[in-house]
Each structure stands twice: as C-alpha cells, then as structure tokens.
C-alpha cells in the first residue's frame, strides 16, 4: 500500500516538473492558447481576459501604462523599420488587395467555380491546386500526377496552361524560369530581352552577371538593366500572399526593455494571456465536509489550476531574471545599438544565476524582446562562437570588450554597417571587408568573413554592385 502511494507520489512530481518544463519554453500566444483550454477544461477555473495587473519589475504598472510604453518603443523604432523596410516592402508588394487572409487553394477554387469547363476537367484542377505549396508552385511531377489521375500527359499540360491563367500569374510553376515566364504576357522589346534572360540567363541575373549578360546577347548595358528591371517586378513566390490555412504565427514580445528617468526597466509582458483564478464557489465546496468522489474530483482540479498559476509566475520570474543578466552584459547595445553586441553564453548566465545551463535554454526558446532598437529573438543576445580580437586593437578597446572578445553577431552587423556604407558602383571585396574589420579590432578571415556574409543574406561584390545607365531604352 506504502509503495503504491509512493510510485503515485513520484508519478504525479514528474508530471508537475513535466509541465512546469513545458510552460517555461512556452512563447507567448502558445501560452495563451495553453491556459485557454486549460479554463475550457477546468470547471474551476475562471479566466479573466480584460487585465490590469502589475508588472514583474514590482513596479505596479498598469494596463494603460503598459500600452504606453509600447508606444513609446514604437515611436523610436525608426532603426528597426529601416533595417526591415526593403524585405517588407518586397512581401507587401504581393499581397492581394482584398481578403488577405484567404488561402490560395480558396481563391483558386472559386475561380474554376464560376470557369466553363467539364466535370472531368474541374477534377484535374482541383487535383492540381491541391498538389500546390504555399508558394504556388506544383509540387508533384506531371507525370506522376497524370498517372494518379489516370488522364494522358497531354491532357496534364493542357488543363496545366488553364491553371496558369488563373490569378495570381504564375501560379502551377514548376520551378522559378517557369513562374517568372508565366508572368511574362507582354509582346514589347523590354519583355521580349526580359524573356530571353530568364530562359537562358537566369543564373547569371541572380548573380548579378550583368556585362556576361549583355555581352552574351549582344546588347547594351542600358537594355540589360532595363529588363533587370522588368523581371525585378515580377512575383517569384506567387501564393506567399495568402494564408497557409494552417497556424500563423505572429510575433509578440514576452519582456520589454525601457529607458525611463535615465535607467532601463524590464517589464514583463503578462498582457497577452489570460488572467486565471480559483472559481470561490469551487473552493468553498471543496473546504466543506464532503469527502466524497466529486469532492476528491474538484480538490484535484483545484490543484491542477494553481499548479499552473504557479508555473506562469515561475516562468515570468526566471524570464525577468534572465533579461536582467542579458541587460547587464549587453548594456552597450541597449545603449548603442545593433553593433555593440559581445560575447555571452548561456552557461555564464545559468552560473551566474544558479540555475541548470537547460533551464536557461528553456527560457530562451520562443522568446522575444522588445526594446528601443526593434523586436528580437532572445537568443540573439547569446553567442554562438567568439571571435578573437587582435593583439593591436585590444588596446583600443575597453577592458570589459577585451574579457569578453566580441560575438559572432557583432561581427556580422559590423559587416552590415560596412556593406550599407561602401560605394556600390566599386563595393568591397571580402579581403577589403577582412581587412576593415580588423582596423575595427575584429581579427577575420576572408574566409570567414564570406561564411558571416552568405550567413545574414548578403551576396559577394560583384553581386552587389549596381550598374550606371548612360542612356534609358
């Protein structure tokens, strides 16, 4: 009977360190979505959505202060969006005018609805649009698909060319020559040259080859960059408009980081997830004398539900803790920026907090900041690697810089810096950018200096110099 009791003692200690695991990875809205149908669940449970509890800096801060000071980080974003403006720009560029959030095999379906087609031929479509991915593309081979569908291959490529007539253009590609040539409808010079590059010089374009481009077909740079322009225009990921019609994820922040009165303060954000509590009549009934199987059932949901409370408070608390750590050893970039990122660990955080090196791991997982620079994953504060600081620089550097070394992500946002203030019509080369790097006391290699740039997107020299137009078509 003792052993029983015991085994059930051990069992239900594991499950609680299970859960208690699981809500401190848990991000934001997956914590949200986690305590909902808890309360769904839990008959005890009451959740109170509409929220003005203090924050975990111990500071009282209220909903309305909350909401302010988000407005303030977003007022002084400017960095930020100009950091992410061409990216966004080039995805705002395609998303459809109306019904954002529609899926595209949704919209393609009530195209072919109202199309004057067979029974026969609606099936191969919706066969098709069915096989599309997110970004529009037929995924499976025609002729497989044709085999499935037991029609012929010609049949496949015929009901295939109605599919690319349907909105957006370019939708049923099979690889991106075939989606940007869908695209292509105009007859004019500029489309003709536009269509010859794609089909034969696609490689080249992507690599910014335009001289081997010009040369090869014989035309001036001037037409080049021209049709450059024209297929720059057009969408290489047709469907990326719309809704998956799975779970999207938006990014919220979990824990702010302020500037006010002249010091930073951490705010918790506990806004975004309901507030739960103990229902009073379901504590009353369990306080009663009923010993009885819907007394022991209620005692057990009771438990369950500030078991959960108590591992939300823990999370919040290990997070606060944490960012506290992150904010003492990257004062520099709260301060500065991007580029005044060093060396930090998630083993010397877990030290320094007396904590497993896991837990730490755990607590970063999913989690972001919000601060006066933009939104950022936690763990771009960590490093993955470090990079040694040469023997002539170190002087330069402050005594805290020379412990420390400097990140790999300080690195890179120092390439980034250089690449955004070189001449584009002459850029650096990665031994210019090496020997820059470690003028700013970043001793690199070339070749490490190419792995870091193909590493955050950015192409060799000759792919990022832009050309100059003596003359327009």
Known sequence: MELRQEQKLKQTLSQNMLQSTEILQMGQLELKEYLEDLALENPVVDMDEMRSEKSSDD??????????????????DAQNRQYYQDEQDEASRFEPAERPGMDLR????????????????????????????????????LPLLCKELKISEEDGERMLKVLWKLEPKGTGARNLRECLLIQLEGGSEVDELARRIIEDY??????????????KLKCSMDQVLTASDRIRMLNPRPGSG?????????????????????RFQIIINDETYPQLSINPYYLTLMKGEDSGEAAGYIKNKVKQ??????????????????VQEILKAQIAFFEG?????????????????????????????????????GLFPLQFFFSRGSIQTCPAAEAKNSPS?????????????????????????????????????GEAGFSISRRTVAKYREAIGIADASGRKVFERKNTL
């Not at 949704?106 to 195209?111: G, I």
């Not at 994820?249 to 302020?258: G, I, R, T």
């Open 59 to 76: 500071k009282g801060e209220s909903n309305e202060d909350f909401i302010r000071r988000l407005e303030e980080l977003q007022s002084v």
């Open 401 to 437: 810089e020379k412990a420390g070394g400097a990140g790999a992500e300080a690195v890179k946002e120092q390439i980034r810096i250089l690449v955004a203030g070189e001449d584009k019509k002459k850029p650096y080369s990665d031994r210019i950018l090496a020997e820059k790097l």
């Open 337 to 373: 920026g991007r580029g005044k990122l060093t060396a930090l660990t998630q083993r010397s955080v877990a030290e320094k907090l007396g904590m497993n090196e896991s837990t730490i791991s755990r607590a970063v997982r999913e989690k972001y900041l919000q601060c006066q620079w």
């Open 242 to 262: 719309f809704g998956s019609g799975k779970y999207q994820k938006y990014l919220v922040p979990d824990v702010l980081v302020v500037k006010a009165e002249g």
């Open 202 to 215: 696609l490689e080249e374009l992507g690599r910014n080859r335009m001289e081997i481009i010009a040369r």
């Open 106 to 141: 949704d919209a393609l379906m009530e195209q072919i609805l109202f199309m004057k087609i067979s029974k026969e031929e609606f099936r191969i479509l919706e066969y098709m649009i069915l096989n599309l991915d997110d970004n529009g593309y037929l995924t499976e081979d």
């Open 305 to 322: 539900a500030e078991w959960v409370c108590h591992c939300v408070e823990q999370r919040n608390r290990t997070l606060y803790l944490l």
